[in-house]
């Protein structure tokens, strides 16, 4: 099993609708997560990170359910700026350099 | 917020040469580097971490030998292809944390370099 899991997609949206992608890792010990957002051929921009609370960023919003081992990104009113891959992001454990990159989920908006 | 610098942002090399990326923080002091590729349709995969003055740690499967990394001083790491062979061809992120991150903080990336080996 991978660390982190991500549907790859391609996710094929109209543009205006609301769109959701999961993660799961395996390591319950992991520390903190994050989304980040990656476009063709650039470094990946941080887009939030995930609380356990779950928290909003606009049309963004990231929950997180440590039972399950997944967090969720729902992204409401989609727009065409927002195609790019989608990386789930996990701290593996209490260190800082195992942070681990999921595949990433690919997103297109169409008009 | 905190700057990563990344350079050069494509190189273009022969088989057999020897490569230098180049990863620098601008305005804060990286106490530890991160270095990864990320093949086509890939995520991106650590390959080493450094930390300042030490050794950098690799990850099972990267040739340390063949992929050099200094870590000299808080604002500079570099990563050397040695040697480089058209499967190196890649796209290479550094990354990096700095003094007083707390463990939950996000990573800042370099804007990486792509690396074509012909």
């Known amino acids: 099993r991978k660390e982190v899991e991500q549907d790859p997609g391609p996710f094929n949206v109209p543009e205006g609708a609301t769109v959701a992608f999961n993660c799961t890792y395996s390591n319950s010990a992991s520390q903190s997560f994050f989304w980040y957002r990656q476009d063709c051929r650039k470094e990946p921009k941080l887009l939030m990170s995930v609380y356990s609370s779950g928290n909003e960023d606009g049309r963004f919003t990231a929950q997180l359910n440590r039972a399950s081992q997944y967090i969720s990104l729902l992204i409401r009113d989609s727009k065409l700026s927002d195609s790019a891959t989608y990386l789930c992001v996990v701290n593996k454990d209490s260190s800082a350099s195992k942070i681990i990159f999921g595949s990433g989920t690919r997103l297109s908006i169409r008009p | 917020g905190a700057v990563v610098s990344q350079h050069p942002s494509r190189v273009i090399c022969k088989s057999g040469t020897s490569v230098k990326i180049e990863c620098r923080s601008l305005d804060f002091q990286a106490t530890t580097m991160f270095w990864y590729r990320q093949f086509p349709k890939q995520s991106l995969m650590l390959m080493a971490t450094?930390?300042?003055?030490?050794?950098?740690?690799?990850e099972q499967g990267v040739e340390k030998d063949k992929f050099l990394i200094n870590h000299a001083s808080l604002t500079l790491s570099t990563l050397t292809v040695t040697s480089a062979h058209p499967e190196d061809s890649s796209f290479y992120i550094c990354?990096?944390?700095?003094?007083?991150?707390?463990?939950?903080?996000?990573?800042?990336f370099g804007n990486g370099t792509r690396l074509t080996v012909t």
């Open positions: 450094s930390n300042e003055g030490s050794k950098a740690t690799y």
């Open positions: 990354s990096a944390s700095g003094l007083g991150d707390a463990l939950n903080s996000p990573l800042h």
